[in-house]
């Protein structure tokens, strides 16, 4: 995927999976990581990062799902460096959905050291998104 440095502009190549973190190639600051994964590559994608990550268990044909997808990649971008974001088609997943329940979209799970630390079902917007991963992440240190 490639995405635009939210601090020199740059258009930077990231990896859906990396040892760290992706920086800038320009200004070595952090960038956001947003990828996309399903049955075979999940636990590459997001199960062996090295940072906390978002999970985003979402449908092409969901509304909220597209509504909450805009204030998730906001929060990737706000807190480059700190989470990751994975984004899960669950119709193209049925293993992931099934392996964590999925019984309604969006659900967002929050992942640290390849075990569910929260989940929340449902849209937020980007406010309440950051507070439930801040809150989350530091409960589970």
Do not use: Y
């Amino acid at each position: 995927m490639t995405v635009q440095c939210p601090h020199c502009g740059k258009r930077n190549r990231v990896p859906a999976v990396a040892d760290g973190t992706p920086r800038c190639g320009n200004c070595h600051r952090p960038l956001p990581w947003i990828a996309d994964a399903g049955d075979d590559d999940f636990a590459d994608v997001a199960e062996r990062a090295s940072v906390p990550v978002v999970v985003d268990l979402w449908a092409t044909w969901c509304g909220p799902c597209r509504m909450v997808s805009p204030a998730l990649e906001q929060l990737a971008r706000e807190m480059a460096g700190r989470i990751k974001l994975v984004k899960v088609d669950v119709d193209r997943a049925p293993k992931i959905q099934e392996r964590f329940a999925v019984q309604a979209v969006p659900t967002l799970l929050l992942m640290g050291d390849g075990k569910v630390i929260d989940r929340q079902a449902g849209a937020a917007p980007a406010p309440v998104l950051r507070a439930w991963v801040e809150k989350s992440i530091a409960r589970d240190t």
